[in-house]
């Protein structure tokens, strides 16, 4: 569930017509191949992965050159995918421009500053719950749910029906419950987390 690494960003340009139509397509095409297709096993047949994933490029380009205040994060591949197979491509694309612009907007700044903010509140959910568990945990930087909470979960869940589900009851509430949501597993986990010892690398 680490993910200590900031993820790669990409921003179109309005300044040169060429270069947002070629250079940031080409760069997020790059991404794309390097990226696994998930989700997918008995849902969408060997022979249809290309044409998935054409779709999946399409989706996330239409959505960065309708509003270019936004950046490209790796990730949001895994959460494109999941709107992709649920509601199909015309249907996805409006669905992917309310999540980018009403839920994961501030992760998809030209800065990551607020979508670190947000991650602060983990350690003051738990804090509050059970101030002997943080204490335990003091010492670390809540990065750890970086990976987790900008995709929604998608990154981190590879079975269809599960991430389905999690998505139904994450959209149906207000964006602040993904970080909520993890505070809670890190509480469930308590007795795991609390028998590592603090200068423990694992830890």
Not at 114 to 125: E, N
Not at 131 to 140: D, G
Not at 156 to 181: G, K, N, T
Request: charged share 20%.
């Amino acid at each position: 569930m680490a993910y200590h690494a900031m993820p790669t960003r990409i921003r179109y340009s309005s300044m040169l017509i060429v270069l947002l139509s070629i250079i940031p397509t080409v760069r997020l095409g790059i991404l794309l191949m390097r990226s696994r297709w998930r989700l997918t096993c008995e849902l969408v047949p060997e022979e249809d992965i290309l044409k998935k994933k054409d779709q999946l490029s399409e989706l996330i380009v239409q959505v960065l050159r309708n509003y270019p205040m936004l950046c490209y994060f790796q990730g949001y591949h895994d959460i494109v995918q999941v709107l992709l197979l649920v509601l199909g491509s015309q249907n996805a694309a409006l669905a992917l421009a309310h999540v980018s612009l009403f839920r994961i907007r501030d992760y998809m700044l030209p800065s990551l500053t607020p979508a670190l903010k947000h991650l602060q509140l983990i350690p003051a959910i738990v804090g509050t719950i059970d101030p002997a568990l943080w204490r335990h945990l003091a010492n670390i930087q809540p990065f750890f749910a970086l990976a987790a909470t900008l995709t929604l979960y998608a990154h981190d869940i590879e079975e269809y029906s599960d991430i389905a589900r999690l998505f139904d009851f994450l959209l149906a509430r207000e964006p602040v419950v993904a970080i909520y949501l993890f505070a809670v597993i890190i509480l469930s986990r308590k007795k795991e987390l609390m028998d590592i010892p603090v200068d423990e690398p694992e830890m």
